[in-house]
């Protein structure tokens, strides 16, 4: 009796015991859900959720080009998730979450667990709730105040979110390794495809890298992600989400991960980092995360080409001068003997080495009579036979001559030699080497200013330096339409005589003693204006000039878009000795190309946020020539022309930046705005009369080559300066204005032979063959005021009737040639008796 009384008394207090812990815990939960309960955040708050999204950029037609963020992600939407991927992420983290509400007490009671085992709170015991709450509104430290505060928000997001809600926040906001933020960026950085197109071993590969994106990376960790791979698979078949075949098959399934760069539809890294500046220079660093779009004005083919055309170019003109030898010769330990060894040391040394504009690395692993081996950076082994580069590669002696052809491969080739292959065709490859110069092209649409192409360089890897619109060059003779036009509305015909003859000036700001020349040396005497622009006489063209006099001459450059505070005070002016960027001589050609009217280039074309939504849209200056407005007069545009020649001059850098996004409201678009008409700066007979005398530059001057295209609508002017340094070509039809530009950074000579003609207009050819392709004709309408006149070639006088050897040229009706009845008429030739001096020119 006395031991069931004591058993009674036991079992009493183990009940009060009990019962104690319980109020006491529900004291201390209640307490505690009290105390934390007000400061938990909004739960509302996930429904409008901002994912860090990084900055993309696309081309007009909506192609890829670039992005910019330190984290890559691309939010999806829960329907677009696998089941498969479902089925795995929950075998791997939380079986019950269709189960529970919040919280898994199995789990949490393995936590607890762990606590009394380690006295410290370790990983686990965490829903796929709790790690929503945790990733959004948490921070990772193992404190009890976080854990409780994680529960406590699970429970409240379970009441007010739906599972598909709770899931979709999940998979887009978790990190899985090597900078990929969610399961579709993990999905292309893997595996380089979309979420939907993996299989069942990869969609379980993915699934065991939220619990340690690191020590389970399938590429730094092939044997760890494997096992966990396979452990997932097991979790699903035991939960019957998989069969025994489905098992067995991806079990079986070797391992495919490699890192993957980001897939752009076209890599445009010069063009993307335009954009990107414009859009950070306004948005702020937000912009790397806030998910915008950018869309350019880059037309996805012409930037293709345009790439194609200036690598092309540049390997063209580094092959005529030369072979330069490898870019290193590998040294290896004298120990490492066999074959084996070599190449692993090897392809250790290429796995540092970039591809560059399309030339792989290779090593040089035997050389025989007249081919030799070769070993690529993906372990290939290839053979170059003679013809494929090794005969014709003759040793850079300068940038004037090269050693004789080789006859054997050894005199050019070593073992252990880096050097660069071209693919060809076939699984084919060439000898080739990184040009040591470099090349930029520029592209738009003359009517509203639209950069459709911009390349900076041979591969932005290489150098990240801009050529297209940061390297101010000196144009060289591709300045010389500018002068001729102001010529033009000084009195200047197309048959005006300009002596072609030697000069010699005595001055300070041109260093002493300039005699300057023609870049053939010769001189052909009285020469008529047209002739001299397509022959690109420079003694013609300082002549003008002087006779002009500098400071007008130089005010009239500023409606072109060019600095005039950078403008040369001399005559060097006429020959283009001071600097600008390709795309400044682009805008300039432009208002020869659409009639007369100033452009603003620019690049973004509209920028939507990460919902869709327009938030910024250019609204471009446009040459319009039908418009009404522009109707109201005959010519009537002398006021608009003096009014911009007045104006200060504006730089395109300053042009790039007014046209930076500028926000726009919900009910402004592009759509809505009125029409901003660009000012008309030349005459419409004026920039007749300089689009045809351009065209004869093309049709029997410089740019003759041009003529390979087979069109009649061609127009430009080549370039060549000092040295000769920089190589120019710009051209245009009525549609579309490119300018091409070859040099080196370092301001080396190019060689005694290269000109304008033979080094840029070969990369403008190649650009325009395809930019043109399809492209029906357009020739400009000759406006009122314009009268043609046969008229004597060597006099530039009318001709009389019935003489022989005459041609037609074209006047404004109040400058053509009068009648000649054996008297000197009143368009005089321009020779040194009517030269203004030197020293009042300043």
Known sequence: MEKISKNYRTVRLICWLLLAGISATALSTGGLYLYLSPKLPSVEALRQIK????????????KLIGEFGEKRRSPIRYDQIPQAYIDAILAAEDDQFYKHHGVSIKGLLRAASQILQTGQIQGGGSTITMQVARNFFLTFDQTFLRKANEILLAIKIENELSKPEILELYVNKIYLGNRAYGIEAASQVYYGKSIDQLNLAQLAMIAGLPKAPSRFNPIANPPRATIRRNWILGRMLELGKIDQAQ?????????????HELALDLSSPYVAEVARQQVIDFYGEDAYSDGLKVYTTIDTKLQETAQKAVISGLLTYDARHGYRGPE????????????????????????????????????????????????LSDGKKITLEWEQGLASAQRYINE??????????????????????????????????VPAAQSALVALNPEDG?????????????????????????????????????ALESGFTPATLINDAPIVFEDASLEGTWRPENDSGQFLGPTRMRQALYQSRNLVSIRILRSMGIRPTIEKMARFGFDTSKLPRDLSLALGSHAVTPLQIATGYAVFANGGFRVQPYLVKSIADVKGDIIFEENPLVACRLCPERLTSQHGVEAEIA??????????????????????????????????????????????????????????????????????????????????????????????????WLGFDQNFNLGRREYGGSAALPVWIDFMSVALDGMPEAHRRQPDGIITVRIDPKTGKRAQPGSSGAIFEIFKAENAPEESNGIHSQQESLDDSDETLPEELF
């Open 328 to 375: 290193k010769t590998i040294k290896l330990n004298e120990a490492i003997s066999e074959a084996p060894e070599r190449d692993k040391a090897y392809l250790e040394e290429l796995s540092k080495v970039p591809v560059l504009g399309g030339l792989h690395p290779a090593v040089i692993t035997d050389v025989l009579e007249q081919s030799a081996s070769a070993l």
């Open 400 to 433: 004037d001559r090269v050693g004789s052809p080789p006859s054997k491969a050894s005199q050019i080739l070593s073992e252990g030699d880096l050097v660069r292959l071209l693919p060809l065709p076939d699984q084919q490859w060439q000898l080739s080497q």
């Open 643 to 740: 009014e911009s020649i007045e104006e200060e001059a504006e730089t395109l850098d300053d042009l790039l930046a007014q046209s930076a996004p500028t926000p726009t409201s919900s009910e402004e678009t592009v759509s809505t705005k009125p029409l901003r008409l660009a000012k008309r700066i030349l005459d419409e007979r004026d920039a007749f009369i300089i689009d045809s005398m351009l065209r004869d530059v093309v049709k029997k001057g410089t740019g003759k080559k041009a003529m390979a295209l087979g069109r009649d609508d061609l127009a430009g002017k080549t370039g060549t300066t000092n040295g000769p340094r920089d190589a120019w070509f710009s051209g245009y039809n009525h549609q579309l204005v490119a300018t091409a």
């Open 247 to 259: 098992y067995t098959e991806a079990l079986n399934t070797p391992l495919s991960a490699r890192f």
């Open 450 to 486: 639209a950069i459709v192409s911009l390349v900076g360089g041979f591969d932005f890897r290489q150098s990240h330096f801009n050529r297209a619109v940061q390297a101010e060059r000196q144009p060289g003779s591709s300045f010389k339409p500018f002068i001729y036009t102001a």
């Open 51 to 62: 994912f860090q999204t990084p900055l993309r950029i696309y081309s007009a037609d909506g």
